[in-house]
């Protein structure tokens, strides 16, 4: 496959193109639909020979798409947030009283890498509360936070530290949220994948660490990622529909990746919208204003 991806809809595109086959894949079911104006696809991978062929792992993958970032007032802006909360709930299964750690990957000091951290900064950090039983009657649920940060900084794996605070704190749902890579420009900041697979941080730029998921955690582990960053190979062959001979492919460089000169603003925005999506899904009776409102 050209470039690098994380998101598995990619993924199934390219495989059905590399073999041209136009029909579902063996192990590997598709489904599309509109949701709150959005369209939303899913791609569930029930064999292994299916997650062989996409090289991701079984389990389900959705991905809702927004041509226009929305920004915070917008209608889209809570009509976003909702769709993602509504999709954080079925893949969570979250149920009265569980518990949840959210986990922000990356570094916040490069803002293509601070999807994570950013997200931490809009969720609703509740466990101190409810430990003191001054929770909030809106506010549903038992959550904390951590911004894991990078090992380059810290000395310390993202999933050694999540790991800690798992086990001393125990909750029963791990939200893990990180920065993607993506084979198409359009979907920068556009595109949020949720899965119920779990997270190998850094895997789509190439700089795979120890994976996130109920396997290493022992609790279910729900991945949420935005892509914010494309494979300068796969932007050139997206380009120019073409694909791109070893002589460009030296010109461009191995391993190169591109974004976008507005990516601050685009990054806190949709960073914004996903932890709010968050918090509608941990606390289903608040409203995107009364959120605001406890954030600030």
């Known amino acids: 496959m050209p470039g690098r991806t994380d998101l598995a809809c990619e993924a199934a595109q390219l495989y059905r193109k590399s073999v041209g086959e136009l029909t579902e894949l063996n192990g590997v079911i598709s489904a599309r639909e509109t949701v709150r104006g959005f369209a939303v696809e899913e791609v569930e991978i029930t064999t292994?020979?299916?997650?062989?062929?996409?090289?991701?792992?079984?389990?389900?993958?959705?991905?809702?798409?927004?041509?226009?970032?929305?920004?915070?007032?917008?209608?889209?802006?809570?009509?976003?947030a909702a769709t993602v909360a509504e999709f954080v709930g079925k893949l969570l299964h979250l149920r009265d009283g569980d518990s949840v750690l959210v986990a922000g990957l990356g570094n916040d000091g490069i803002t293509a890498d601070a999807v994570g951290p950013l997200t931490v900064k809009s969720t609703l950090v509740t466990r101190h509360l409810k430990a003191r039983g001054a929770l909030f009657p809106g506010l549903r649920r038992s959550v904390s936070a951590v911004?894991?940060?990078?090992?380059?900084n810290t000395g310390v794996e993202s999933a050694e530290l999540i790991s800690a605070v798992v086990e001393k704190t125990r909750p029963d749902r791990v939200v893990a949220v990180d920065a993607l890579a993506s084979l198409s420009v359009g979907r920068?900041?556009?595109?949020?994948?949720?899965?119920?697979?779990?997270?190998?941080?850094?895997?789509g730029v190439g700089n795979a660490r120890k994976e996130l998921s109920r396997r290493t955690?022992?609790?279910?582990?729900?991945?949420?990622?935005?892509?914010?960053?494309?494979?300068?190979?796969?932007?050139?062959?997206?380009?120019?529909?073409?694909?791109?001979?070893?002589?460009?492919?030296?010109?461009?460089?191995?391993?190169m990746i591109v974004t976008p000169r507005e990516i601050d603003r685009q990054v806190r925005d949709i960073s914004r919208l996903i932890g709010y999506g968050l918090?509608?899904?941990?606390?289903?009776?608040?409203?995107?204003?009364?959120?605001?409102?406890?954030?600030?």
Request: contains cysteine.
């Open 48 to 80: 292994e020979d299916g997650a062989g062929r996409l090289g991701k792992p079984i389990g389900r993958y959705v991905t809702v798409e927004m041509p226009r970032l929305p920004r915070r007032g917008d209608e889209a802006f809570a009509a976003g």
């Open 147 to 152: 911004e894991a940060g990078v090992s380059g």
């Open 188 to 203: 920068i900041c556009r595109t949020v994948q949720l899965s119920d697979t779990g997270i190998v941080p850094g895997s």
């Open 217 to 255: 955690l022992g609790v279910p582990v729900l991945a949420v990622g935005v892509p914010t960053v494309v494979d300068a190979v796969a932007l050139a062959e997206e380009l120019s529909g073409t694909t791109v001979d070893e002589k460009k492919l030296k010109i461009l460089g191995d391993g």
């Open 279 to 296: 918090d509608l899904a941990f606390h289903p009776t608040l409203t995107v204003e009364e959120i605001t409102m406890l954030l600030e």
